[in-house]
């Protein structure tokens, strides 16, 4: 296509976004308008990509970071020839899969956006399964606004795509000057964006936005950069929100909503046209076999690690010897850390199949992130990190969920059986964090063998899965054999005279163990339920409990909220007649200490469950 | 002090380094040592701060980003005379303030650190504090590791520094080449991290860390850095981890471990010395009253603005309108904004009192670390975005908590009730995430006057304080003069002949109403509680709907995990009789639709509502 047709397309996107827009009623037409040409000359003379047959490996990656500049997307794929003109205007309408902010809904779009700053460490996964895994020649091309820059998360990434020569990486900046409520930092100062990028070792251009020919120049140049040992490229691009419409042109508080007269924008845009533009379907360059890491099949049937009963073995160990295992019989397990590989475990993955582990350094968000983009290429990702610092990527995991994006994460040092390390290194709101994404599963393993079982099931489920593991060594409860479906539990202890059920999980087991047995001693026999799936939760076996003992009493190690007792008491709310309940949680805020202190101190020792289930059946209220 | 002196004084906080960890079996004395030079000059010549007096407003600010390193805090203390040697060496032990990583137990620490990235981002808030509203000449010097710079968080704060020109701030990088796990990206290349700071209009200086002379004119040179406009400084400084003990110095593998013999690294260290530094008392140079931002009172008693009843008005506007009161009554009231202030309404307050208004831009995790950053000088920040994006900042809300650090935090844009933007904007886990936080307090309004109410109640609570606003607008249900205790509710249905109760909280609240008058048409009656306390909840009022009525629907616009439904379960979880449950949540994975059909579609929406009633009262089983 020559340069006046590119900038006719271009003059098309901003047409059908304005139209979209209208017709919604709503939606982000002026951050589309801005980035016209840019997405004019990427379809049309660079990507690389089978609208036809999105599962295509060799298909460029396209992520609109500024998702909610949905409307040029929206164009693009009909100037594609993907939608047509109805569906254009069903835009943000109940059912229609042109969502206010791109969803995976739609088989062009990899990755949810709208959460900003979340693109470009996307992007990064993405990069890293083409260079390191796929070993395919597709590019991928984020497209971000200018605003989103201060997310650190952007810098995470930046960072990464540097020290992992990610060539095959082209971020897009729309550098339009405006963000929601008003000027960005840097206004149209591209060299502000320039020399950042630059100093993180990425190779920048910095173009005029609305010049189709010197973008198609920048772009030739992003892709031609890919040398060895490989430099990411910027494209940082001058343009103006609303550009082409007079009324909203470069003006603050036109963010966000329709143009005001959208007939006269039409018009003063030239009309509609229906230019369809002809997209390169990529060459399918499989790499030759023996360069591509292999994804099907492993060396053998899956032999998980095997620990005898009696013995001791801390379940962040079971983790990462599993894992390892897991990767032996299935070619596309893949393995990241946040430099903490060797408390997590996760280093016995990274010494068995070393080129199936990404080290993500201190950067939690961009460990998920480069999860996300690597399942959505097919591989099966395990994120580890401590369960505490899972927190800092809260939002990644919440938008892996709107992605429908399968992950499997694994926090360790979970709760204040860390001990000495003190509150900061403790995960005590994991499993409320976990438990509230959409579609996930929330898995808590007490012992070694029942953590392998689980490790292996993960890779099956789908959406967000969630491992916690501990730190201290713990006794080996189960055979290797065991069984430990999702959703299911184990009775640990049990007679026909169980005065009272005691819910546990992970640390936890062992105690209420150690307090049943000291109350059997008293006369009161007790009911032990190891609850090892948090979410799924098992409703028949607490329905059970309920009927034969009458009161449930949970212990976790965690604070009260979200946890295991919300879990119990959940399976209860659907109108059917519910035990008397009584929690055992962490509820004080812990300092330092050895972590049987710990677990005393907050109330969730074997002592304290046997004094609270004396309490429970003489009907004496706990809190 | 002279240098040799200072030499003698690094030795002697890495020999109370080594000697603290060996007393506690645990803690991370070879990342004390990289760092004692670094230390020791800061301590005796350059912290201007009355360890006597750490209330002091013109004492300088030190943060340990690297908490971690507390033993080499803890050694300074000592040095400092502020802890004597018994309490040195109680470090890590139950009861000790001398925690594993450095909490505000201990009167000189003003956050606790721990969770690597925030030291910067904290630091940023106290420097704002200094240079916009203390107008004191303190300094604040954050002392960060090198790992730690790959965290996303501390570009934000890179920045942030940057653009707001705080000649008060020095970061001082301690580059020991050695994360936990191995290496860092960048190893002893001090440039790699100057040419990235400089690229942010940081001033940098690079030194040997290890050179006393070299360190104290790196110092020197920062703090006259600070010139108009104000450029902050990075020191970035080559050091050894383990530094003086031949067994450890820059060897992978000796992370967080005591030494392998104390005994012999004391005596190669020169051994034990008692060497006490004179520190500097802060010279009190209060700014003239003209030029200091007006702490104490406003411009008179507080004026919340009222709303009449059966208006309509969104309580996103409510919280922008009693903010801005809120700040006239109070001269200690701050608000930050992550670049969306004219979506959370905190634009109200920014005109009003645009001297205490901080923009954070798109930069969650730094508009979080400013409050925490603010807050310890006695000001009282407010901190919105939407709802859904504070997810981004989940790490520094669980560390607020551990630093006791006093925090209001508003998400608007709450649930599915936004309409067309679909998932990525709604916020559907923030209950959960703000309920599991330790000591915290989550408010939901549902009108106008309660938001006004409760804006100006939690002024005054302790902790971190969350409250949740909506979108639209909605019928103002209560008068102005109503008061809104926290932990409480209010009926706003109720008979004599109730059957069931419906418990809902904000945009639900409304639904509830409208279900129940068509319920009460259909001879069904049943009480409506409008839970606008989450945290803490009205146990009384939630025990007396269950004695009357038998049965509690909770209904909420968020997942069903975590939130209100778990809120009122926990309420019964102490054993008492429990009433019989059922909850309506967002079980679904919303697209774009309007506000209403997304309510119907999530079931939660009056009709939904009063067909889930009948079931319960029907006792069908609601699931």
Known sequence: MRYEELAELAQQLRVDAVRAADAAGSGHPTSSMSAAELAAVLLARHLRYDFGDPGNPANDRLVLSKGHASPLLYALYKAAGAVDDEELLSFRRLGSRLEGHPTPRLPWVDVATGSLGQGLPVGVGMALAGKCLDRLPYRVWVLSGDSEMAEGSVWEAVEHASYEHLGNLTLIVDVNRLGQRGPTRHGHDLDAYGKRLRAFGWHTIEVDGHDVEAVDKAFTEATAADGEPGRPTAVIAATYKGRGVAAVEDQEGKHGKPLPDAKAAVAELGGQRSIRAEVRIPEVRMPPPATQVPRSGGSGPLELPRYDTGSEEATRTAYGQALAALGSARGDVVALDGEVSDSTRAEYFKKAHPERFFECYIAEQQLIAAAVGLQTRGW????????????????????????????????????????????????LEDLAMFRAVHGSTVLYPCDANQTARLVAAMAGLGGVRYLRTTRAAAPVLYGPDEEFPVGGSRVLRRSDHDKATVVAAGTTVHEALRAADALADDGIPVRVIDLYSVKPVDVEALNDAAGATGCLLTVEDHHPEGGLGDAVADAFADGRPVPRLARLAVRNMPASATPEEQLHASGIDAESIAAAVKLLVERVVVR
Chains 1, 2 share one sequence.
């Open 380 to 427: 099966v990702p395990y994120a580890s990190s401590f369960a505490a610092f899972l927190t800092r990527a809260y939002d990644f995991v919440r938008m892996a969920s709107v992605s429908r994006a399968g992950i499997n994460v694994v926090g360790s040092h979970a709760g204040v059986a860390i001990g000495q390390d003190g509150p900061s290194q403790m995960g």
